[in-house]
């Protein structure tokens, strides 16, 4: 259930998939009262958010979260939660709800059982979740080599604690069934870096290895990686 869409730039994938999002959004809308989206962190979806930010729809009743989120306050620079509020959650989206991921608890581990909670209290399934990708293959907070990787593919709670092996910050991250949890699924990835890994997450190997690979070879989710040079 994996689709490929390549654009010739980054400028027409963020025009398309702002739209193609704000769309699905309205459809959902249209059949219940509150619809919940998915985004994550780092500098590559900046310009989705702004485009998306743009949209015309009824965000007020659009509940926005976070795919994982580095453990640190909001006003740390290294925040996603911060990157969403300065770049989606401006314009027409400033009217979303934002749920964060950070509970100001010493550790993502004393955070969890109450992020989860809160997840548990939105509307399910997910109407999109947008994931990038890491050149190691790591989806959300889900790295390879990450001692918690076995159980964030396979734990049925919806968040847990990852320490990463090689980056920055302990993290929460949303489990492989979380992100699962949704009518559809986007990957945004760019460059000829990430086009390779693509390519080789396509192939015969392990999920330990290339972590994408878990949504990549599912077969309940729609699953439409948009790729730009």
Known sequence: MCALREFPDQATLIAALAQDVARRLKEDLARQERVVL???????????????????????????TLAD???????????????????????HAAAAH????????????????????????LPRPFCRVILGMGEDGHIASLF??????????????????????????????LSLRALLDTRDLVLMISGPAKRRVLERALEDGPTEELPVRAILRQTVVPVSVCWAP
């Open 98 to 121: 934002m749920l964060p991921l950070f509970t100001g608890d010493p550790t993502p581990e004393q955070g969890a059982p109450a992020v989860c909670a809160a997840l548990a209290d």
């Open 144 to 173: 390879p080599g990450a001692a918690e990787l076995a159980e964030g593919l396979t734990t049925e709670a919806a968040a847990l604690a990852v320490h990463p092996p090689h980056a920055p910050h302990p993290r929460l991250s």
């Open 69 to 91: 989120e580095r453990w640190v306050p909001a006003n740390h620079p290294d925040s996603n939660e911060s990157l969403v509020r300065a770049h989606l959650l401006q314009g």
């Open 38 to 64: 998915v985004v994550s962190g780092g500098r590559s979806p900046v310009p989705l958010f702004q485009a998306m930010a743009r949209q015309v729809l009824p965000w007020a009743r659009v509940t926005v």
